[in-house]
């Protein structure tokens, strides 16, 4: 089976819902979607021994869940740009944007042949902002994904 590095991997934001995607720059680490089912307990007293039950609990699957994406960013505090680093703007826009609509998000996963994408709907619902005596400035994103993240492979 062939290693796929994920160096070079790039990761696009669309307010509009996807029909004109913005490269995020000067991306890091990406983490997700982190995908999760909850248990829903359905032990009802027919699971008891003598009520001719085995007497562990049952359950059933809960709904789906896509988690979240999160990503560091090396965070450019006098930028500008549309790529959404700065307050008021961009991703960190999506933030305090209050009518309630979803933003569409991509990874375009990098592989050696051919692409590989996840697509979603999303809202940023977490940044944290770092400023070491020595380093650079970062920033640590979180996108909620709201339902079902689509994996294409071609």
Do not use: C
């Amino acid at each position: 089976m062939a290693k796929h590095p994920s160096f070079g991997s790039i990761l696009y934001w669309d307010p509009a819902g996807g029909t004109s995607w913005i490269s995020i720059g000067q991306v890091t680490d990406i983490s997700g979607p982190s995908v999760s089912r909850g248990d829903v307990d359905a032990t009802d007293h027919d699971s008891a021994v003598d009520n001719g039950g085995d007497g562990w609990r049952e359950f059933v699957k809960g709904v789906p869940d896509a988690g979240d994406l999160t990503f560091g960013l090396n965070w450019d505090p006098v930028n500008l740009n549309p790529h959404g680093q700065t307050a008021g703007t961009g991703i960190l826009g999506d933030f305090e944007d209050t009518t309630g609509d979803m933003a569409a998000w991509r990874l375009d996963l990098h592989t050696l042949s051919g692409t590989m994408e996840w697509t979603f709907d999303g809202y940023l619902n977490g940044a944290n902002f770092d400023t070491p005596i020595e380093g650079t400035h970062t920033a640590e994103i979180t996108v909620k994904i709201s339902g079902k993240p689509t994996l294409t492979a071609s």
